[in-house]
């Protein structure tokens, strides 16, 4: 079973609408990723934290995505203006160091309408 | 353009067969991951073999690294039903970047 908490499961937004989706990384990682997973099962990284630092974050993000890691918090993921495109599986995954395991939740489910 | 790429879309086989997906990539790599993606679900590790290993074991996994044709393989012997899964390779980049490129995956159906 997946340490990796993400929350909701299941998203479904109107175009245009704020959609915001919450991890929980597994206790004692400090390095966090968000990948979105198309039908296609393709992943795109969207970005990644260090103990609350950006690392790397594609330039997509800097636009309607916004994303962070607060220390004590759940990480969360933010559309401020949610797009038909939008509509895919985001995963969060935490790890111990940057280039090891990635540890997966089960994902958020982001149907947009 | 995909850095990491499964080299099949689909594979079937009977349950108790052997299976073998294949990877290849397109930069210089650290270390190389295979995961597994059941139905529903995140996905999980299964093996991580470093640029300078050529082999790796995981109880009925093994994965191959070749880094001169930059290409993987990961096969499956005695598959079981619960195997049915998509399968991905998913590479870092030795650039300094700490990300991760995954193939589309392979769709492994075992059959019974």
């Known amino acids: 079973n997946s340490k990796v908490i993400q929350t909701p499961r299941y998203l479904v937004k109107g175009q245009g609408q704020k959609a915001k989706m919450r991890c929980i990384p597994e206790k004692g990682h400090p390095v966090v990723f968000w990948y979105q997973q198309n039908k296609n099962n393709e992943f795109k990284f969207l970005i990644n934290?260090?103990?609350?630092?950006?690392?790397?974050q594609i330039d997509m993000t800097e636009k309607r995505f916004s994303a962070e890691c607060p220390s004590n918090s759940p990480c969360s993921l933010e559309i401020q203006s949610s797009e038909a495109g939008d509509s895919a599986l985001y995963l969060c995954?935490?790890?111990?160091?940057?280039?090891?395991?990635?540890?997966f939740g089960h994902g958020t489910k982001l149907s947009v309408l | 353009s995909q850095l990491a790429e499964e080299n099949s879309w689909a594979l079937s086989v009977h349950e108790g067969e052997s299976v073998t997906v294949n990877c290849s990539y397109k930069?210089?790599?650290?270390?190389l991951q295979w995961y597994r993606q059941k139905s529903g679900k995140g996905p999980a590790q299964l093996i991580l073999i470093r640029s300078n290993e050529r082999e790796k074991r995981n109880g009925r996994l093994r994965a191959t690294l070749d880094t001169s044709s930059q290409s993987s393989s990961l096969s499956i012997t005695a598959t079981r039903c619960e195997d049915t899964a998509v399968y991905f390779c998913a590479t870092d980049t030795n650039t300094g970047y700490q990300n991760f490129y995954f193939g589309k995956g392979t769709s492994l159906t075992v059959i019974p």
């Open positions: 930069t210089s790599i650290t270390a």
């Open positions: 995954a935490s790890s111990l160091d940057n280039n090891e395991r990635l540890f």
């Open positions: 934290f260090q103990n609350q630092e950006v690392l790397q």
